[in-house]
């Protein structure tokens, strides 16, 4: 029997009354499912080491921020860069602790993005805002590759994403014989698309990057930019809804391919409980735009609510018991 499956049997017991509150918390502490003293002091080790490096470029950020005035700019640009090249330097040190280093080339990429928007403020170029978020992801990308860490190929696709939105909100002129302007939300999913794509891929093959939360950090963002279409779709008027018909197609195949490859293939139910949140957020706004009319729009909004509640106690009782299934399967 493995932990998840033991786990649950536990559960089963205490709800029955055959465990107390005693007798539980010592059973999951035999079964190693509460951490102990080592695993504490791991946990705050990395999350003290990885909130430093975040805060501490902030401050530095900040702290040119509020001296504009009174530094010069070779002064501002020299103590970037060396900010950039210095942990840098100590990542590469021979006997550096790995995650030490992995917080020093996150704190190199952060400071990056600060360096590369003040040799934009200092010398002013009239370009456009997305492209220093390609520059700064695309210079980023050494370090991404040093590191081979989740938060900071997590941060990287981010830059990625907000340069490819900033591009289709600022500079989608030249595009529109190719992308209509409803299509935007749907270019941001396809883009996720082949970034869940990727990660799924680093899951199998990359020990490093063997992690669910980027392929889930991919998925939200899949539902996130076709669920917005979607609902531009039943919420629109008609010419709206003409127009983002395949916006609204690739939201029905994301969620019935994904359902069938986190249910078959990598079984995951983060994704399946996020499909199922956006898939009541559509639904409801379409069955909104139909019951909630008129004179009776108070029981409109009374049938929604019911609905909604309706509709989310099943997602969990089958998520659940999809759950126990595969616990039972001997599925970890």
Not at 173 to 200: C, H, K, Q, T, Y
Request: with cysteine; proline share 4%; net charge positive.
């Amino acid at each position: 029997m493995n932990v998840d499956a033991a786990r649950d049997d536990l559960t089963r017991y205490a709800e029955s009354g055959v465990l107390g509150a005693p007798a539980l918390r010592a059973a999951l502490r035999l079964a190693g499912e509460t951490p102990d003293v080592a695993a504490w002091r791991q946990f705050f080790d990395r999350l003290l080491v990885v909130a430093g490096a975040l805060l501490i470029a902030v401050g530095v950020i900040f702290f040119v921020a509020f001296n504009w005035q009174a530094m010069g700019r070779f002064a501002k640009l020299g103590m970037l860069e060396a900010l950039v090249a210095l942990p840098t330097i100590f990542a590469l040190l021979p006997g550096v602790q790995p995650l030490r280093a992995k917080a020093a080339l996150l704190f190199s990429v952060l400071v990056l993005g600060g360096l590369l928007a003040l040799v934009g403020q200092t010398y002013q170029t009239g370009a456009d805002n997305y492209e220093l978020f390609v520059a700064w992801a695309l210079l980023a990308l050494p370090w991404v590759l040093a590191a081979q860490w989740p938060p900071v190929w997590a941060l990287w696709w981010s830059l990625v994403n907000l340069a490819l939105a900033l591009y289709l909100f600022q500079v989608l002129d030249p595009l529109r014989i190719l992308l209509s302007e409803r299509m935007r939300p749907s270019a941001i999913a396809v883009l996720n698309l082949v970034g869940l794509a990727a990660f799924e891929l680093a899951y199998r093959r990359v020990a490093a990057l063997r992690t669910p939360w980027l392929a889930r950090y991919c998925v939200l963002l899949v539902l996130g930019g076709a669920g917005f279409a979607a609902l531009m779709f039943v919420l629109g008027d008609n010419a709206a809804v003409g127009g983002n018909t395949p916006g609204f197609l690739l939201y029905c195949a994301c969620v019935v391919a994904g359902t069938w490859y986190y249910q078959s293939v990598r079984r995951d139910l983060f994704p399946l409980a996020a499909g199922i949140v956006s898939l009541i957020v559509v639904v409801t706004g379409a069955m909104g735009r139909v019951i909630v009319t008129g004179s009776g729009a108070f029981f409109g909004l009374m049938l929604l609510a019911a609905l909604v509640i309706g509709a989310t106690v099943g997602a969990t009782w089958w998520l659940r018991e999809l759950n126990r299934k595969w616990h039972a399967q001997g599925t970890a």
